[in-house]
């Protein structure tokens, strides 16, 4: 089973997200867990996160209602 922390970080907009490929994004508001470097388009349920990997750009409508969660080493 795969288990995850809490990455303590105020975030404010875009520029205060860390992304890496054991980085994620969950939605507060439904719940959904997010990769940070997906390898398509990709959003949460609630439409409150969305990742365009075309336009490299993060779209979140609600700043509070985003945690950051690191994939923790098997």
């Known amino acids: 089973m795969t ?6 970080k105020v975030i404010h907009d875009e520029r205060d997200v ?6 994620f994004f969950r939605c507060r508001k439904c719940g959904e867990m997010i990769p940070s470097q997906p390898d398509d388009s990709v959003g949460c349920k609630c439409g409150n996160i969305f990742i365009d990997v075309d ?4 779209v979140v409508k609600d700043w509070k209602e985003l ?3 690191r994939r923790k080493a098997d």
Request: no cysteine; hydrophobic share 45%.
């Open 3 to 8: 288990s995850y922390e809490p990455i303590v």
């Open 18 to 23: 860390l992304r890496a490929k054991n980085i």
């Open 55 to 58: 336009y490299l750009r993060l």
């Open 67 to 69: 945690s950051l969660l």
